[in-house]
């Protein structure tokens, strides 16, 4: 699975979009990009994921670059329940065998 | 829907001392993963079970052991417990084998070895 960056630490302010990038520039054509999030004291939790296109659900955007190098994930209206650690992820195949490294720690202010 | 359930939330145990701890997957899915997480090393995947068999297995020694039931139902086994093995364990299940499924997780089992 490809190695990806992330920033360690991000602040928001309530209301406002949260941008979270991730650098993944060595993936390859059949892994997709997952994101998940890990509220203290939870267990992670899936967020959004996506191969070449842009996709979006009920929690959020991902914006995958062109070139796959890259992508941004965006919660439009971050509230304070949206503090977590987000981890961006380059999984091939099934997605199920995950490791996942440091994430960025958002932190939401109001 | 009940989610993923995983007990115990806590356990404490001692060098040398055996454990074993139980995952519940969601109704209807019959893949059940296990991780460890800990603070240095992140989330590090353990093994897999989809219908009681072992599908995959992560870089962890033989101590670490683990198996499913007939109603999808896991438990992780890890003997002759080391400092190092102190992590939170979490334990992830989704319906099938698909290609795109999402992982489910549970709370975890804060697991402290001294």
């Known amino acids: 699975d490809a190695k990806t960056t992330q920033p360690t630490s991000m602040d928001c302010a309530e209301g406002r979009a949260a941008n979270l990038p991730c650098n993944h520039s060595?993936?390859?054509?059949?892994?997709?990009v997952y994101w998940y999030r890990q509220i203290h004291s939870q267990g992670p939790q899936y967020i959004i994921h996506g191969l070449k296109n842009n996709e979006t659900n009920e929690m959020a955007s991902l914006i995958i670059t062109e070139d796959r190098k890259s992508s941004t994930l965006i919660l439009p209206h971050a509230t304070l329940r949206d503090t977590a650690v987000y981890y961006c992820i380059a999984v091939r195949g099934a997605g199920n065998m995950l490791t996942f490294g440091g994430g960025t720690r958002l932190m939401v202010k109001p | 829907k009940a989610g993923v359930t995983q007990t115990p939330r806590y356990l404490i145990k001692t060098r040398g001392q055996q454990v074993t701890l139980s995952c519940s997957p969601i109704s209807g899915h019959r893949s059940v993963s296990w991780y460890q997480q800990t603070p240095g090393q992140g989330l590090q995947f353990l093994f897999e079970?989809?219908?009681?068999?072992?599908?995959n297995k992560g870089n962890f020694p033989g101590r670490f052991s683990g198996r499913q039931f007939s109603n999808s139902r896991s438990e992780m086994n890890v003997s002759t417990l080391e400092l190092g093995d102190s992590a939170l364990y979490l334990c992830a299940s989704r319906a099938g084998s698909a290609t795109n499924e999402k992982l489910f997780f549970g709370s975890g089992t804060q697991l402290s070895v001294l």
């Open positions: 079970y989809f219908s009681e068999t072992q599908r």
């Open positions: 060595t993936i390859s054509g059949n892994e997709y």
